[in-house]
């Protein structure tokens, strides 16, 4: 063991990783989309999960005033819309139409849920704590889906370059995709 730089150390331990999507709506404009790394499960009764999202963005102000959002678990077949998600801020750009997002309706709210996804959560924001530059909510979920195809992959954010993985696309310090069997 020896001290190391933060960054390198977080580096060589967080991936590959799952990915998220976080779906939240403003009162008066279209649903928005995040994709997120830091997100777990964290109570089994009732469900919850938590999402960590930075003070910076879109979503933040969104996920502050709507209590409600869906977190979707994207389908490789997501693999561009979701580098676009976390590209992009939906400041700036309505992502679900620009990006061709596949959504359908929802049973709790108005906000869709991804009909590509390979999972979906219905969720309510029960608490939430800053975490430094953060925000984590956590929300409980009401309502879960998932896709009819079972052989569907999930996507995931996997290490540059490693052939144990099949890169389905990449962009900076990103790559995402599945692992090969
Ligand atoms: C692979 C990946 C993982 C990310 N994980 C997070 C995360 O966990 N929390 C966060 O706040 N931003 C995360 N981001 C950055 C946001 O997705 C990005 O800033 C996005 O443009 C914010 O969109 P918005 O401004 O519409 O909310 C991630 C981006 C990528 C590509």
Redesign the pocket.
Same mark, same amino acid.
């Given at each position: 063991m020896r001290h190391s730089n933060y960054a390198d150390v977080v580096k060589r331990i967080s991936r590959p990783s799952g @990915?998220a999507l976080a779906v939240s709506k403003p009162k008066d404009g279209p649903a928005?989309?995040?994709? @997120?790394?830091? /997100?777990m499960r964290t109570s089994i009764k009732p469900p919850m999960f938590a999402? *960590?999202? #930075?003070l910076t963005?879109?979503?933040?102000e969104i996920l502050s005033e709507n209590r409600n959002f869906v977190l979707a678990i994207p389908s490789v077949t997501m693999a561009e819309q979701t580098?676009q998600?976390? @590209?992009? *801020? #939906?400041?700036n750009v309505d992502?679900i139409t620009e990006f061709g997002i596949k959504t359908q309706h929802s049973t709790l709210t108005d906000i869709p849920i991804l009909a590509d996804a390979v999972a979906n959560f219905e969720c309510k924001t029960i608490t939430q704590v800053r975490s430094g530059d953060?925000t984590i909510f956590v929300g409980e979920v009401k309502y879960s889906w998932q896709h009819d195809d079972e052989n569907l992959e999930q996507l995931l *954010?996997i290490p540059i370059n490693d052939d144990r993985f099949n890169e389905l696309i990449k962009k900076g310090s990103?790559a /995402?995709g599945f692992i090969r069997d």
């Open positions: @990915l928005n989309i995040i994709t @997120l790394g830091w /997100f999402i *960590s999202v #930075g963005r879109h979503s933040h580098m998600c976390g @590209l992009e *801020s #939906g400041r992502k953060h *954010s990103y /995402f």
